[in-house]
């Protein structure tokens, strides 16, 4: 079993920044990408970013250039830097540890709130 904690979302002004941070426990050796999802009311949920154990990242068309995924292995902690914020980044973001032959692992959310 894996667990994540996400934390730092909030309320934020467009054009404000924010850090998501996920740190990770348990059965996490198995662990070959993480990333960062997010769900809006009424609407499905949507990559955002991912990172795979080595350093190659995937960035959902809407945030490059804004957003940045890092990861410190020796905190087992996932971040995503959230820069230029856009109120229709509004959701709540999920965390996830993708599991080799195991599946997904997600968080438990956090909400972000962008205003205008």
């Known amino acids: 079993q894996v667990q994540l904690v996400e934390s730092g979302g909030g309320l934020v002004q467009a054009g404000g920044s924010l850090r998501l941070s996920c740190a990770a426990s348990?059965?996490?050796?198995?662990?070959?990408?993480v990333g960062w999802y997010r769900q809006a009311p009424g609407k499905q949920r949507e990559l955002v970013a991912t990172?795979?154990?080595?350093?190659?990242?995937n960035y959902a068309d809407s945030v490059k250039g804004r957003f940045t995924i890092s990861r410190d292995n020796a905190k087992n902690t996932v971040y995503l830097q959230m820069n230029s914020l856009k109120p229709e980044d509004t959701a709540v973001y999920y965390c996830?540890?993708?599991?080799?032959?195991?599946?997904?692992?997600w968080g438990q959310g956090t909400q972000v709130t962008v205003s205008s």
């Open positions: 996830n540890a993708r599991a080799v032959f195991v599946g997904d692992y």
């Open positions: 348990g059965t996490i050796f198995n662990i070959n990408a």
């Open positions: 990172i795979s154990n080595g350093v190659s990242t």
